[in-house]
């Protein structure tokens, strides 16, 4: 396959995850922005989620002040914010346009129906839209465009640079929605265990769509810990960093075998999933959880970088 057509797909499906990732971000600053502000004037849940996508400047800079209205259309509908899900669905749509003929009908037509549907939302009065329509509308478009490569895709080289690049974004996704929670939106220490605390832990699981998976698994009970088990180490969750790392190795094996051979990008993926796989919570905690996700996320994003240095670049691989 071409290095370019393997890009585009990779891209496809990172902007995709992306997508969904931002409309989770969004409906988690909506649940928590609808609870009332008991702790003592502190109110940053916009200004947490905005940090975390690394585009707070950007907001402030175009908006000013942090209004509610405002970082909700950032995060749904504005082009000039890359990691909008507009944005997110535009750039999907045209990587897939590239090469289309890679992908199958199935594949093409849900990708650009969603493209159309977003452009008929763009269109209508934005006081009519409210927030859990347009996260509920952006995760039912992932999924379907999800379960059509799942369905119609072949199991061939182009399938694998799509999961690949599901898996990478998704991790490091998971890992920001965490250190989000834990180490940003909790105003002091003094509120762990509180019903603030609780609130917004349970929030995280169903923006994650994982609160009935985390009470099948853990029993309902909730703690700091047993959550960033799950979302760190538990590969049961498909959206666990281990699981994602588990999934990346996967896909990557299949290339070196479809190429015939081993690659760097391998290497680092194994290493990185050596390291979650023999991880345990308390020395998460030990080295710090927002160290650790930031560590996890510049090795996520190192791997990411392997892989491209590796396929998407060059020429035929």
Same mark, same amino acid.
């Given at each position: 396959?071409?290095?370019?057509?393997?890009?585009?797909?990779?891209?496809?499906?990172?902007?995709?995850?992306?997508?969904?990732?931002?409309?989770?971000?969004?409906?988690?600053?909506?649940?928590?922005?609808?609870?009332?502000?008991?702790?003592?004037?502190?109110?940053?849940?916009?200004?947490?989620?905005?940090?975390?996508?690394?585009?707070?400047?950007?907001?402030?800079?175009?908006?000013?002040?942090?209004?509610?209205?405002?970082?909700?259309?950032?995060?749904?509908?504005?082009?000039?914010?890359?990691?909008?899900?507009?944005?997110?669905?535009?750039?999907?749509?045209?990587?897939?346009?590239?090469?289309?003929?890679?992908?199958?009908?199935?594949?093409?037509?849900?990708?650009?129906?969603?493209?159309?549907?977003?452009?008929?939302?763009?269109?209508?009065?934005?006081? !009519?839209? $409210?927030?859990? *329509?347009?996260? &509920?509308?952006?995760? %039912?478009?992932?999924?379907?465009?999800?379960? =059509?490569? @799942?369905?119609?895709?072949?199991?061939?080289?182009?399938?694998?640079?799509?999961?690949?690049?599901?898996?990478?974004?998704?991790?490091?996704?998971?890992?920001?929605?965490?250190?989000?929670?834990?180490?940003?939106?909790?105003?002091?220490?003094?509120?762990?265990?509180?019903?603030?605390?609780?609130?917004?832990?349970?929030?995280?699981?169903?923006?994650?769509?994982?609160?009935?998976?985390?009470?099948?698994?853990?029993?309902?009970?909730?703690?700091?810990?047993?959550?960033?088990?799950?979302?760190?180490?538990?590969?049961?969750?498909?959206?666990?960093?281990?699981?994602? !790392?588990? $999934?990346?190795? *996967?896909?990557? &094996?299949?290339?070196? %075998?479809?190429?015939?051979?081993?690659?760097? =990008?391998? @290497?680092?993926?194994?290493?990185?999933?050596?390291?979650?796989?023999?991880?345990?919570?308390?020395?998460?905690?030990?080295?710090?959880?927002?160290?650790?996700?930031?560590?996890?996320?510049?090795?996520?994003?190192?791997?990411?970088?392997?892989?491209?240095?590796?396929?998407?670049?060059?020429?035929?691989?």
């Amino acid at each position: 396959m071409l290095s370019r057509t393997a890009a585009n797909l990779f891209w496809m499906a990172r902007y995709l995850e992306r997508s969904e990732t931002t409309a989770r971000l969004l409906d988690l600053g909506f649940r928590n922005a609808l609870l009332p502000n008991a702790g003592g004037g502190f109110r940053n849940e916009w200004s947490a989620i905005l940090q975390s996508k690394g585009t707070l400047q950007q907001f402030t800079d175009k908006y000013g002040d942090l209004v509610q209205r405002n970082a909700e259309s950032f995060l749904f509908f504005d082009l000039e914010n890359p990691s909008s899900v507009a944005s997110c669905i535009t750039a999907a749509r045209e990587n897939a346009r590239i090469v289309r003929t890679a992908l199958t009908s199935q594949v093409w037509d849900a990708i650009n129906v969603s493209y159309q549907e977003l452009k008929a939302l763009t269109r209508r009065e934005r006081s !009519s839209l $409210e927030v859990p *329509e347009l996260t &509920d509308w952006t995760l %039912r478009t992932a999924a379907l465009i999800r379960g =059509a490569i @799942e369905t119609t895709q072949l199991r061939n080289d182009g399938y694998r640079f799509m999961n690949l690049g599901y898996a990478v974004e998704r991790a490091d996704n998971t890992a920001r929605l965490l250190d989000v929670k834990y180490y940003v939106l909790l105003p002091s220490v003094a509120y762990v265990g509180s019903g603030l605390d609780n609130y917004q832990w349970t929030t995280l699981l169903r923006a994650l769509s994982a609160h009935r998976a985390y009470n099948w698994a853990y029993g309902g009970e909730l703690s700091a810990a047993q959550i960033a088990h799950f979302l760190i180490l538990n590969p049961k969750f498909p959206r666990s960093l281990l699981s994602c !790392s588990i $999934e990346a190795n *996967e896909h990557l &094996d299949h290339l070196g %075998r479809i190429y015939g051979r081993s690659s760097p =990008a391998q @290497e680092a993926a194994r290493k990185l999933l050596g390291e979650l796989a023999e991880a345990r919570i308390e020395d998460v905690f030990d080295e710090g959880l927002h160290e650790f996700l930031t560590r996890m996320i510049s090795e996520n994003a190192g791997l990411g970088q392997c892989i491209s240095d590796q396929y998407l670049t060059g020429e035929a691989r």
